[in-house]
């Protein structure tokens, strides 16, 4: 079974968790990670492009010549896509660029992406996180003390005062349990548990 450090803010191991194999020690499949990533920058995509097409240009009502007998190509409105000044063919229109997978690709994604980050030593476990009052420096302190580059920390429930000491942090993000998804964890580098937090996505992955 896999196991992990369990470490204090002072960077001091105060014990060891047992993780569960199929969560931490499941092959990594990339295939699935794509799918869920490509599925998430596609849900993020505003799709409000637009262009004119004839119909929505401005003018071109009357036709510019008659029909036969000036020896010129027969035109019907100025707004016709091969002139200056008239509508796009073709052009982007809005729409949603969104697409779903299936669940259980979306939990094999997140226990893929779990493992490898597992097997790159790149999983951290802190006992707890005490904060009694905001302070971004006192965060920072600790994020230095681990040496973390860029972090994203998982957290078992509503923590106001360390959600709030660590927005200003350019490479710190901070997500509830029930938030953590493929995009994030490829995103980071590092990943830090709270130790509640580290039963709750096991319990959500097996369900």
């Given at each position: 079974m896999?196991?992990?450090d369990?470490?204090?803010?002072?960077?001091q191991k105060v014990s060891e968790i047992e993780l569960n194999g199929f969560v931490f020690g499941s092959d990594v499949n990339q295939s699935v990670i794509y799918e869920v990533v490509r599925m998430q920058q596609a849900a993020r995509r505003r799709g409000t492009a637009?262009?004119?097409g004839r119909s929505d240009v401005s003018g071109g009502g009357k036709k510019p010549?008659?029909?036969?007998?000036?020896?010129?190509?027969r035109v019907g409105t100025t707004r016709s896509p091969i002139w200056r000044g008239g509508g796009i063919v073709f052009g982007p229109h809005p729409r949603d660029y969104a697409f779903k997978v299936h669940r259980k690709v979306k939990r094999k994604a997140l226990v893929s992406m779990l493992s490898m980050k597992y097997n790159e030593n790149l999983i951290f476990v802190l006992k707890d996180f005490?904060?009694?009052?905001?302070?971004?420096?006192?965060?920072?302190?600790?994020?230095?003390?681990?040496e973390w580059n860029k972090v994203l920390f998982v957290i078992d429930q509503s923590r106001p005062i360390l959600e709030?000491?660590?927005r200003n942090l350019k490479n710190v993000k901070m997500v509830?349990?029930?938030?953590?998804?493929v995009y994030d964890l490829?995103?980071?580098c590092e990943i830090v548990f709270l130790e509640p937090s580290i039963k709750k996505v096991e319990e959500a992955l097996l369900s």
């Amino acid at each position: 079974m896999p196991m992990a450090d369990v470490y204090n803010i002072e960077r001091q191991k105060v014990s060891e968790i047992e993780l569960n194999g199929f969560v931490f020690g499941s092959d990594v499949n990339q295939s699935v990670i794509y799918e869920v990533v490509r599925m998430q920058q596609a849900a993020r995509r505003r799709g409000t492009a637009a262009s004119k097409g004839r119909s929505d240009v401005s003018g071109g009502g009357k036709k510019p010549w008659r029909q036969k007998g000036t020896g010129r190509a027969r035109v019907g409105t100025t707004r016709s896509p091969i002139w200056r000044g008239g509508g796009i063919v073709f052009g982007p229109h809005p729409r949603d660029y969104a697409f779903k997978v299936h669940r259980k690709v979306k939990r094999k994604a997140l226990v893929s992406m779990l493992s490898m980050k597992y097997n790159e030593n790149l999983i951290f476990v802190l006992k707890d996180f005490p904060m009694e009052q905001i302070k971004t420096k006192v965060f920072r302190q600790v994020i230095d003390k681990f040496e973390w580059n860029k972090v994203l920390f998982v957290i078992d429930q509503s923590r106001p005062i360390l959600e709030m000491s660590s927005r200003n942090l350019k490479n710190v993000k901070m997500v509830r349990y029930e938030g953590i998804n493929v995009y994030d964890l490829l995103n980071y580098c590092e990943i830090v548990f709270l130790e509640p937090s580290i039963k709750k996505v096991e319990e959500a992955l097996l369900s």
